[in-house]
């Protein structure tokens, strides 16, 4: 897959990129990046990209002209039916989900527009944009921290740029439930013991405390992601057990408080 960034800060990129899964994802030919520094397509003495906006008010704007001049300048000659989606990096996008995630890996190249200061001009979004994506509901300073979320989450679902074949499948969100806790050596770490099923070396009865784990996480933490979760029939039973435990524990808090003498 090939990503173009578009920003005015390119120096903050390196650092995240030339690491760990993205690095390999690199050597191995998977992912190539490309950083343009929008500044460099500024044509005035000063390179000014941002300016006041019109009508007034607080902060800068950034202007167009630099932005669309560097975005065609990767596009020249690409036919139109070639061209990858453009997509701005904004609070106002659409939310970015691991459905996203994978819809953006099935493309072989995407570029990302990294917003800054209070906005950015308006003509941007609608003659060049082609999609909008937030990573929360949250402001950052621009989209370039944005920008790098959005390549780890698809670099990680390219084909083969994970060690093992199927880490990617069982990662919290890929099955629609929360992952359930992990647990490496020493069995016992200041007393706190690994649960036994896992040392038990059962392979079924490990998968199915594994999966009622993440069950149970995703009831306690995240329950509406169980309305679209992919559950089978013991999944069901075991979401009963747990609300039946919910139940009685809060029927007998609720008793306690009673009778109690405050
Ligand atoms: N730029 C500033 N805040 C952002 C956010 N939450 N998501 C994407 N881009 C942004």
């Excluded at 906005?119 to 994506?133: K, S």
């Amino acid at each position: 897959m090939r990503v173009d960034i578009f920003t005015l800060f390119p120096a903050m990129f390196p650092a995240y990129l030339n690491e760990s899964i993205l690095k390999r994802a690199q050597e191995m030919g998977l992912l190539s990046v490309h950083i343009h520094n929008i500044r460099q397509y500024t044509t005035d003495k000063h390179r000014v990209t941002d300016e006041p906006p019109y009508g007034g008010g607080g902060g800068m704007v950034l202007k167009p002209e630099p932005i669309f001049a560097a975005v065609e300048s990767v596009l020249a000659n690409v036919p139109t039916d070639k061209r990858p989606p453009v997509i701005l990096l904004t609070p106002q996008g659409r939310p970015f989900t691991q459905k996203v995630a994978r819809e953006l890996a099935r493309h072989d190249w995407i570029m990302l527009l990294c917003g800054r200061y209070e906005g950015i001009d308006e003509r941007v979004r609608e003659h060049l944009v082609t999609d909008e994506i937030s990573i929360g509901d949250y402001v950052l300073t621009g989209g370039e921290l944005a920008a790098l979320v959005v390549i780890d989450a698809v670099t990680r679902l390219l084909p083969g740029a994970l060690g093992a074949e199927d880490a990617a499948e069982t990662d919290s969100y890929a099955s629609g439930l929360l992952e359930g806790p992990h647990y490496t050596r020493p069995a016992n770490f200041r007393g706190w013991e690994v649960p036994a099923v896992l040392r038990s070396g059962h392979a079924a009865r490990i998968q199915a405390w594994r999966r009622q784990q993440a069950l149970r996480r995703t009831w306690q933490r995240r329950p509406e992601l169980l309305l679209t979760a992919n559950l089978t029939e013991e999944d069901r039973w075991f979401l009963r057990v747990l609300a039946e435990e919910h139940l009685r524990k809060h029927t007998a808090d609720e008793e306690a408080a009673s009778n109690s003498p405050l």
